[in-house]
């Protein structure tokens, strides 16, 4: 049977819709779902989390992740410029850093801070507490990444920026900061915000270093309740939570690409 | 419209002996070229003679290889030159305008004139509108470049550059990266600038813009100065081989 491209694609989509719906039903009647309902959205659990997972586990969440993303972000901004800079230790120096905090699992990094510092400096403590420890260990982590983005943004901006600038007679370093960084950070909002979403996650990594109750994060919360009711629901709550946060970013990002490419 | 004061002794631009390789490759081969004080000079040549990275090297944006440069007396090619200070005398504008793009107009004409000149925000206001009025668009002050056509990019372009008071401007191909409609207004800001005596090295493929408003013109091809001298001589009368094969394609 002859058929227009137009209709062989319609067949084909009509195709595709039907095994998508046979998928749908074939999980929704095969799953068990009291026990799912018992297990993961159980109603007497539930209220018991409540306000703790907010006032607590998500505050602590929420204040790690940005105090990790805005240190990780100036070193970060520090590394993409050494590694562009004309001085060779400072390029060297930040190549090494860069691979060794990307090849390294964020987990370790965490160890080796909670446990390898007092070893290295008897007596001296990384002020803050765990704020402290998470903001230098996950910041580090997130520079190595951000520092390759920003990097990426700044060799992005047109060779002709920096020409136009230094012919007025800005230095290179006024060139960098008022002209050229300004216009790579437009560009990289996204990937940054990818990275901002991942520290979020990788700052549940902290329970390695064993958090106080006050400390306690989102995972570290659904890790104590779980034993503690030997059900899945606190887990899922977290779940839920992590998503209030990563949610709202990815719609901020969107709106702020939308504004940028406004005014490009 | 403010009168440009010019010292007439010293030549405004003076290159000697000017070597430039790119590598290997030799793209000037012993330039000497100047420019007086409140002249109009124009280059003009096939692409890749090397005209560009002329101009480009009279403000350091290229590196010269060798030969010396003075801009007013002052030795650009000195190594301890104060070459912030001394580009912030030379305005240039480029062939694909440059402007930034993250600014407004207002804040692209003046944010240099803030952070390197020191002036006040409100004195840099001022400058800035006055030479909004000057190229015609005093009304785009608060416009970001990508809403603006090309023509009128460059005018603000040319409106930054002059926001800076220079002594003498540069011109890179100001026109060549603009549709043949819009040349004219840029063209015609040009030459509104080279009547109030603007000391002016321009370089281009506007012929017409060289013979009606240039004082002196330069051939060149192949790294070297072919022929030079009076606009209209030269190309109403080439004396080179050269030069009259290249006229012959573009006129």
């Known amino acids: 049977m002859a058929m227009s491209p137009r209709q062989r694609s319609k067949v084909s989509r009509g195709v595709q819709y039907g095994v998508l719906v046979v998928l749908f039903i074939a999980i929704a009647f095969t799953a068990d779902w009291s026990t799912l309902r018992e297990q993961f959205f159980n109603g007497d659990i539930l209220p018991e989390l409540f306000p703790t997972i907010f006032t607590t586990a998500l505050k602590n969440t929420l204040l790690y992740t940005s105090c990790a993303f805005a240190f990780g972000l100036v070193l970060g901004l520090i590394l993409a410029l050494m590694r562009l800079s004309s001085v060779g230790p400072y390029r060297w120096i930040s190549t090494t850093f860069v691979e060794f905090f990307r090849g390294v699992p964020a987990l370790i990094v965490f160890i080796g801070f909670y446990y390898g510092l007092p070893v290295a400096f008897p007596g001296r403590v990384l002020p803050g507490g765990t704020l402290g420890v998470v903001t230098v260990a996950l910041g580090l982590v997130g520079a190595a990444y951000m520092a390759e983005t920003i990097r990426a943004g700044i060799q992005a901006v047109p060779k002709g920026q920096m020409e136009a600038a230094r012919s007025l007679g800005m230095t290179h370093s006024r060139a960098m900061f008022s002209i050229v960084v300004p216009q790579a950070f437009r560009i990289i909002l996204p990937p940054l915000t990818n990275e901002l979403i991942l520290l979020t996650k990788d700052s549940s990594l902290v329970y390695v270093i064993g958090l106080s109750l006050a400390d306690s994060e989102l995972t570290d919360f659904g890790r104590r309740n779980l034993s503690q009711y030997v059900n899945l629901t606190p887990l899922f709550a977290v779940a839920l939570s992590y998503l209030i946060i990563t949610v709202p970013l990815s719609i901020v990002v969107r709106r702020m690409e939308a504004r940028a490419d406004k005014a490009r | ?251």
Do not use: W
């Open chain 2, 1 to 251: 419209m403010s009168e440009i004061t010019v010292d007439k002794n010293v030549p405004a631009i003076d290159v000697q002996e000017l070597h430039k390789y790119f590598g290997e490759n030799q793209v000037l081969k012993g330039i000497d070229f100047h420019v007086d004080a409140g002249q109009v000079v124009c280059v003009i040549g096939p692409s890749g003679s090397g005209k560009s990275t002329l101009l480009r090297c009279v403000n350091r944006l290229e590196e010269p290889t060798s030969g010396k440069i003075f801009v007013e007396g002052v030795e650009v090619t000195d190594p301890d030159v104060n070459l912030d200070q001394l580009r912030s005398r030379i305005g240039m504008v480029f062939q694909q305008f440059n402007l930034f793009p993250h600014l407004t107009v207002m804040d692209n004409l003046t944010i240099a004139q803030t952070k390197v000149k020191k002036r006040s925000k409100s004195e840099a206001v001022e400058v800035a509108r006055k030479n909004l009025e000057r190229v015609g668009l005093g009304d785009r002050e608060g416009a970001y470049p990508a809403h603006l056509s090309g023509g009128q990019q460059q005018r603000i372009a040319i409106a930054r550059a002059l926001s800076m008071t220079p002594d003498l401007m540069l011109f890179d191909e100001p026109t060549s990266a603009l549709d043949p409609e819009l040349v004219g207004d840029v063209l015609d800001v040009m030459k509104d600038l080279a009547s109030e005596g603007m000391t002016m090295m321009v370089v281009t493929h506007e012929m017409g813009f060289a013979r009606e408003v240039g004082d002196n013109l330069v051939f060149m091809d192949g790294g070297v100065i072919v022929e030079e001298g009076d606009p209209t001589e030269v190309l109403g009368n080439p004396q080179h081989e050269r030069t009259q094969g290249f006229l012959s394609k573009v006129l």
